[in-house]
């Protein structure tokens, strides 16, 4: 993407630089737009130096301009993918709220046909104040995003809301707006089950697995992008990711409840998660120690998630589950697909340690009709962008 960051005059401005930085690691464009009071917090040798782009000031005589001042906010407008305002004053909210354009980034604001979004950060008084509030809905109401700030101990020795979000939370934001929407799935409501689940033997031991849950949480992020409402079962202890509902859990038992209360309000589901298929019947509520009864476990079958929210699903939810196989993967993913009544299934190959914890996997998609071509080897957050695009595709045709 080609994105202007515009950065306006507050102390959080240091960490615009930061965000240059991570943007431009990650392949975009990156042209900083300072404000006149932006200046005086961070020069423009820095961000130039972190993007290799030039950077702009407020008047022509300011910042690095280049051949045509007259017309740069123009350039600039149409140059952008997306313009983003890390850190925003209540100034630069409340001017363009209102249309005003009176410098360099105020005036590209109201040019530009891009996407816009917002970091507010400020102090306590200023946050709450009804009229910045009521610039940011004016804003949210031209579909521009904000990213809320957080709280903490800010600048000014307050202590509360107000705190710049944090920088990944602010570049995830950035992603999830400058992703086409895809209208299958766009204000879709999915539930997306990741990670492993821990069936307790006592205090301090558990049954687990292998799985990290970063494929599941790549397809949360993935399909929070395009458009989907996403509610994200999650266990193990990867960070939820920015813009999905999360909800944290340990066992089979919970993942099940907690998709429970949520399948009917749901269009789809995706069942990534690698959850036990036993637990132990008793679990000990003190520690057990060694030489105490037999040395073998007495184990039970925990719910099947996939198969009970399957069963009870209307025939305007769509369920999609995942297969980790180490043999035969075709033949057991056809036959999950059957006895599992799923509209498709994506197997992955665990043989030798593919799939968990690894950068980059493949998954080949099967649904009635048989395989379809494997998805991948791709790194996995592009991994699931490309299975929701394949999933998309199949919806618009009404999964045919
Ligand atoms: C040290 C200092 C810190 C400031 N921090 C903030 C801030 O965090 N948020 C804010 O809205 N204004 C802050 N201000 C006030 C803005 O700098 C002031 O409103 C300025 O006119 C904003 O101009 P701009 O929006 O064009 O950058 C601060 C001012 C000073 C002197």
Redesign the pocket.
């Known amino acids: 993407m080609q994105i202007i960051l515009g950065i306006?005059?507050?102390?959080?401005a240091y960490k615009a630089a930061d965000l240059a930085r991570l943007l431009t690691h990650q392949g975009h464009r990156v042209r900083c737009v300072l404000?006149?009071?932006?200046a005086r917090f961070i020069t423009p040798l820095t961000l130039t130096s972190l993007t290799g782009e030039p950077c702009y000031g407020a008047n022509p005589d300011q910042g690095e301009w280049r051949a045509n001042p007259s017309v740069e906010h123009i350039e600039l407008a149409r140059w952008a993918d997306l313009v983003a305002v890390v850190?925003a004053?209540?100034?630069?909210i409340g001017k363009a709220a209102n249309g005003l354009a009176s410098?360099l980034l105020s005036t590209l604001l109201l040019a530009t046909r891009a996407q816009v979004l917002w970091a507010p950060?400020?102090?306590t008084g200023?946050w709450e104040h009804p009229a910045v509030q009521a610039n940011l809905a004016r804003l949210r109401s031209f579909g521009h995003a904000v990213v809320d700030p957080g709280e903490g101990v800010l600048?000014c020795g307050e202590e509360g809301s107000g705190k710049l979000a944090d920088v990944l939370s602010i570049a995830e934001a950035i992603r999830a707006q400058g992703t086409p929407k895809l209208s299958s799935l766009s204000g879709r409501r999915v539930i997306i089950t990741a990670g492993p689940t821990r069936e307790d033997l006592d205090p301090v031991r558990t049954l687990t697995n292998r799985s990290t849950g970063a494929m599941g949480i790549e397809l949360a992020r993935a399909f929070r992008d395009v458009g989907a409402r996403v509610q994200l079962v999650l266990g193990g202890d990867l960070p939820s990711p920015w813009g999905v509902e999360t909800l944290r859990v340990r066992s089979a038992q919970q993942m099940l409840e907690a998709c429970e209360a949520r399948w009917a309000g749901c269009d789809g589901l995706v069942a990534a998660a690698a959850v036990a298929d036993q637990r132990p019947e008793v679990p000990s509520a003190q520690k057990i120690k060694k030489g105490e009864g037999t040395e073998s476990l007495h184990l039970v079958r925990t719910p099947d998630i996939l198969a009970q929210l399957s069963a009870s699903r209307r025939t305007d939810q769509w369920v999609v589950g995942f297969a980790a196989e180490s043999e035969n993967h075709l033949d057991h993913a056809m036959a999950k697909l059957r006895n599992k009544r799923l509209d498709a299934v994506l197997v992955n190959d665990v043989q030798g340690g593919q799939a968990f914890g690894a950068q980059a996997n493949t998954l080949t998609p099967i649904t009635a009709q048989g395989p379809h071509p494997p998805i991948g080897p791709l790194p996995k957050d592009q991994l699931a962008l490309a299975v929701v695009r394949w999933w998309s595709q199949r919806l618009e045709n009404r999964l045919t």
Do not use: K
């Open positions: 306006t005059g507050g102390i959080a404000t006149e009071a932006g850190p004053t209540a100034n630069i410098d950060a400020m102090n200023m600048a």
